[in-house]
Each structure stands twice: as C-alpha cells, then as structure tokens.
C-alpha cells in the first residue's frame, strides 16, 4: 500500500512544537491567558474557541483524511476558525453566563438543570445553527446546506447524546464559570474532528 501522507507532515509538526516550548515561557503564558480571561472574557473564549475549531479540522485533514503537505486545505481551516470566532466562540460564552445568572452557580440540583438546559434547549440549537453557519462559510447553496442539515443532523445530535452530557454534568459542577468554554473546546477537539470529518465526507459523497 502506498505511504501514508501524514508520515510527511509530523516531522514538521514536531519540530514547530518543539521550537514553541523553547521560545515561549508557558508560566508567563498562563498569567497573560489568566489576566485576558479575568479582563476580556468574551473575547478571549472567543479567540480560543477559534484556535481549537480549526485545530479539530487540521486534525481530521492529516490524522483522519490522510492529507499530505500539499493536498492540505488551509481555507477550509480558515473557516473553522472563522466559524469559531463570529458564531461558537460569542454563543457558548453568553450561554454560559446566562445559566450561570439565571440557573446559580453551585449545588447539584443546579448543575442537572443547567445540563438538561444545555443538552435538550441549546444543543439542537446550536448544532442545527453551526451546520447551516459551516455551510454558509464554505459557500453551499441554501438548498444544499438544507440537504446536509437533513442527512447529518440526526447522526451528530446521536453523537452528541454518547459525549457531552457526561461532560457537561462534570463541567458545570466542578468548573469556574471562566473556564467552562474552555473546557468543553478541549474536549471538543475530538467532537470538532468527527464535525469535521463529518461535513466533508457528506460532501465528497455529494459529488
């Protein structure tokens, strides 16, 4: 069997990370992301969910879909990333808070309500809202976009039932408001891979 191309691309992805942990010092790291997160909260999880969107599509592109350096598709991780920061990055975060003030912060009669909130009033929305938000960026007419949400949207919210009450149940009791939306974008990582991975080889069936 021919090579994988990804076998071409680690070696390079190895040494960027290498020569990051070098020049950059992480504890000072960590106090710039701690100040921003106190200061511009919105705008920080905002960045970062950008950040981790497009990670999840680099991940599916070369670990997934096997792509090598040149077959690699940069916009379409451009439009994660722009999907992250106008439209997932602002909506978790403002979700967050509004649970957060409207539902309390602590106790587990609190954290089953702002999980059964999260999972049976926002996660239809949200997903529903990203998938037609991911086709729109990516140009697809609206029939399309309309014909995608149809075929995908049962299997994803399916996906979505297996993952994330789990986590959410852990988030909101455990987590500091702050950090929720971080999170779940770290956790997400594996769930912005499957999306990802999941919208594309639609789409590649399509044609």
């Known amino acids: 069997p021919p090579p994988s191309h990804t076998h071409n691309l680690l ?43 497009g990670a999840g599509d680099a991940i599916s592109q070369i670990f997934i879909e096997n792509k090598g350096y040149k077959e690699y598709n940069l916009l379409r991780t451009s439009q994660f990333c722009t999907v992250g920061f106008c439209f997932l990055g602002p909506t978790l975060t403002v979700w967050y ?40 960026v990516q140009g697809q007419p609206p ?22 009450p789990a986590v959410q149940l852990m988030n909101f009791y455990v987590v500091p408001l702050n950090y929720q939306v971080l ?7 594996s769930w912005n891979t499957y999306i990802s991975w999941k919208t594309q080889s639609q789409s590649r069936n399509v044609e």
């Open 143 to 164: 029939k399309e976009t309309i014909k995608k949400l149809k075929r995908d949207y049962t299997d994803i919210m399916i996906a979505n039932y297996k993952l994330w």
């Open 97 to 136: 808070r509004l649970l957060a003030k409207h539902i309390g912060m602590k106790g587990s009669l609190v954290t089953v309500k702002k999980v059964a909130l999260d999972q049976f009033l926002f996660a239809p929305f949200c997903i529903g809202m990203l998938l037609t938000v991911l086709g729109t």
């Open 11 to 53: 070696p390079y992805l190895f040494l960027i990370i290498k020569n990051l942990n070098k020049a950059i010092n992480m504890k000072i790291l960590l106090q710039i992301y701690k100040r921003a997160l106190n200061n511009y909260p919105i705008l920080t999880q905002t960045i970062q969910t950008s950040i981790l969107m």
């Open 183 to 189: 999170v779940v974008q770290c956790v997400a990582l």
